[in-house]
């Protein structure tokens, strides 16, 4: 059974306040970028320690987080009671990230462990070695690095979609294509900047699926306005690509809902390792389809309105 089967919504006629309402979103999520520096990076990008740890039992992570607020390390005093503390698979693991400080003391990783060893002697393993599932460290010039090719893959990503759309459709549809795309970032980011969530490298695989998934839904459409356009040369090209949206509805729909579903899912029991990336993929699968019909079409509309004046 199709859902939304001969459906007719006057898409066209809200686009104005459709347009309005994300300028508001993404100008408070820009707003809200320079309000704080930037996106909050995690140490994937900054640089930092990273420590997971595996108890006996389940641990609250309130009780990790004191116990790092007062860590003395080779004569020196730290107080990571602030810093990132989540549950790392189960609750009875938790991982700690630390930001990266300068001249920290050697073997750093290893000694924060042995620090949360000892500060719960009834609740941990007996050997040392089953207790640290992980440690590391990232130097903040390979963090930086990271970062720099994060943004290169996204740019790379947008460039090779316009290249391609150009070639398969019109530049006219590159464009709208890449507004819609460039929209559900802005967008993504500045709700993860609001919420003080953490841009990790998962995050920026997150965008990157965004990217894909919005891309996918708005070609969709694009197809459908490439056949109508041959199909009825006497419409309105507005009423053209009204009814091309229409007639894509129930798949974009469907794909929409199972999707957001299958995320929804991840975010609500996923645990906290995998919450930000499906918060992400949540927001990505909205504003994508939302997108694809009030950014993407109505920006193809536009450009075309404009070369026939």
């Known amino acids: 059974m199709r859902i939304l089967k001969n459906s007719n919504f006057d898409f066209m006629s809200k686009k104005i306040f459709a347009l309005g309402l994300s300028g508001l979103i993404v100008f408070a999520g820009i707003f809200s970028l320079l309000m704080n520096g930037g996106p909050k990076l995690s140490i994937d990008f900054k640089g930092g320690t990273l420590v997971a740890v595996q108890y006996n039992k389940d641990i609250k ?3 990790v987080r004191s116990k790092m607020s007062n860590i003395s390390i080779d004569g020196q005093k730290f107080d990571f009671s602030k810093e990132e503390v989540k549950y790392f698979g189960s609750k009875s693991a938790v991982s700690i990230r630390v930001p990266h400080i300068e001249n920290s003391p050697s073997n750093f990783a290893q000694k924060i462990a042995v620090h949360l060893f000892q500060s719960f002697p009834n609740q941990v393993p007996e050997d040392m070695t089953k207790f640290v599932l992980s440690k590391g460290k990232i130097s903040p010039k390979i963090g930086s690095e990271l970062s720099g090719k994060a943004v290169m893959a996204i740019f790379s990503a947008l460039a090779l979609i316009l290249l391609y759309i150009s070639v398969r459709f019109e530049f006219k549809f590159a464009l709208g294509a890449i507004a819609a795309l460039t929209h ?126």
């Open 61 to 63: 992570v309130e009780d």
């Open 184 to 309: 559900d970032i802005l967008i993504t980011l500045g709700m993860f900047s609001l919420l003080s969530y953490e841009i990790s490298l998962p995050i920026i695989a997150a965008f990157l699926t965004i990217v894909g998934y919005s891309l996918n839904d708005t070609i969709v459409i694009f197809d459908r306005i490439r056949e109508n356009l041959k199909s009825s040369r006497n419409q309105a090209y507005s009423v053209i690509v009204n009814n091309s949206i229409n007639e894509s509805l129930s798949r974009t729909v469907i794909t929409s809902l199972t999707t957001f579903v299958v995320v929804f899912i991840l975010w609500v029991f996923g645990g906290e390792v995998i919450h930000n990336f499906a918060f992400a993929m949540i927001v990505g699968v909205i504003v994508g389809t939302y997108s694809s019909i009030y950014i993407a079409s109505t920006l193809v509309i536009y450009l075309h309105e404009k070369s026939i004046n």
